[in-house]
Structure formats: C-alpha cells, structure tokens
C-alpha cells in the first residue's frame, strides 16, 4: 500500500515539474508527487514507508529544484518527442550528413544523439 509524506517548501518559484519527478525517482522509483501550484505544500507518495534519510532527502530535493522555465518545460518536451517528430527530426539531419559527405573534404556525419542533445542544449538557451 502506498505511503504519503506531506513536505512544505519556503521556495516561493514553481519547480520544474520533471526535474523533480527525476530527483525524486532517483530516491524511490515508485515515487510520486502531487502539488497545487501556488502552494508550497507538496505530498509525496511511494510503495514502501517512508524512512527518516528518504524523507531528508525528499526534502532537499524539494528545496533544490530549479525553478520552472520556458527552457526547461521545452527540454522536457524534447526529452518526451513522439516517434514522429523524432522521425521528421531525424530525417533532416539524415538529409544534412548527406551533404556534409559530399563537402570537399567531407565532414563527418551528425549523430542522432548529438543531434537530439544540440535541440535540447538550444532550447535551454533561447
């Protein structure tokens, strides 16, 4: 049966809703959190009772979440991109190494990981 923990933050900004899904998974997998924006109160649940260093440590990550932002809420898209926008993506730079290849000299070809982390580092900037 579930086990729910209430926290209260002094934080007065928002936290990034998916860092701080990560930093509480990494805690307990089967960790959740249900917040109302606006507040500063939080529950948290997970499967098994909660100990004094996890709920320490909940607390801190709590506290330490960065704050919500256009850049993050984009990252977090992108993290979460659909086959077929990863597909349309994907196909561009497939079209890009083609005329990279064809350079004098060549250059080497984009990979689909460095082509996702560029999006994702482009977002966190604009």
Known sequence: MADYHTFTVARSTEPDFAGLVASLKALDPSAGVQHTPGTQTYVLK???AWTA???TAAQNALNAASAA???LTAQSIIDGWDIATKALVLALI???NLIRSKLSPPLAAITT???LDAI???AGTL
């Open 113 to 115: 990981q460095q082509a």
């Open 69 to 71: 932002s256009a850049q």
């Open 120 to 122: 994702r580092t482009k």
């Open 46 to 48: 997970k499967a098994t």
């Open 53 to 55: 260093p996890q709920i």
């Open 94 to 96: 497939d079209a890009l």
